[in-house]
T-cell receptor
Framework: GQNIDQPTEMTATEGAIVQINCTYQ??????LFWYQQHAGEAPTFLSY??LDGLEEKGRFSSFLSRSKGYSYLLLKELQMKDSASYLC??????????WGAGTKLIIKP | ETGVTQTPRHLVMGMTNKKSLKCEQH?????MYWYKQSAKKPLELMFV???????ENNSVPSRFSPECPNSSHLFLHLHTLQPEDSALYLC????????????FGSGTQLSVL
């Protein structure tokens, strides 16, 4: 079966750095996506990786290793507004999106 | 206006009621989706419409009935639901139906009593 694993919950301190990991086993691979979802709000697109390596976008970076079936989302200089759930999703060979259950990130002052 | 608008935001219904969820997108996209989001579970794709034609139905029970009258509007008609159907129902749109860059609405939080 197809599976996406990510931690259920993480806690970090304002101003610090946090890394949210995602591992996947899917039938083929057509890209990995990260979405951010604040409580009671719509998920919003954060990043897309299809080749190995690091993609940086401001305070957020996303890394992919296809051979290891692994990705992480790195958040730097954490702000209170970064408290949210972070969803990892992989597009398989049939262009179906396989979703993880999400990681709830709690930022403390 | 936001890109994807869903109404109502909250809905409480009994198991014998009939209600409808509405979604409207203002982004000029061709594909629209219904997802179910339950606490601590992955998003579950329910239905996909591409150019108003249903292209995907992920074995969803018939008590959920989608309708897509045009590329901008999507409905989910609900009848004789069960308590386990209580969840957040999210609508999304994308430029084409194989795009993962989805634009989501804020969802309808549904409670079935």
């Amino acid at each position: 079966g197809q599976n996406i694993d990510q931690p259920t919950e993480m806690t970090a301190t304002e101003g610090a750095i946090v890394q949210i990991n995602c591992t996947y086993q899917t039938s083929g691979f057509n890209g990995l996506f990260w979405y951010q979802q604040h409580a009671g709000e719509a998920p919003t697109f954060l990043s897309y990786n299809v080749l190995d390596g690091l993609e940086e976008k401001g305070r957020f970076s996303s890394f992919l290793s296809r051979s290891k079936g692994y990705s992480y989302l790195l958040l730097k200089e954490l702000q209170m507004k970064d408290s949210a759930s972070y969803l990892c999703a992989v597009m398989d060979s049939n262009y179906q999106l396989i979703w993880g259950a999400g990681t709830k990130l709690i930022i403390k002052p | 206006e936001t890109g994807v608008t869903q109404t109502p935001r909250h809905l409480v219904m009994g198991m014998t009621n009939k209600k409808s969820l509405k979604c409207e997108q203002h982004l000029g996209h061709n594909a629209m989706y219904w997802y179910k989001q339950s606490a601590k579970k992955p998003l579950e794709l329910m239905f996909v419409y591409n150019f108003k034609e249903q292209t995907e139905n992920n074995s969803v029970p018939s008590r959920f009935s989608p309708e897509c009258p045009n590329s901008s509007h999507l409905f989910l008609h609900l009848h004789t639901l069960q308590p386990e159907d209580s969840a957040l129902y999210l609508c999304a749109s994308s430029q084409e139906d194989q795009s993962a860059k989805l634009f989501f609405g804020s969802g309808t939080q549904l409670s079935v009593l």
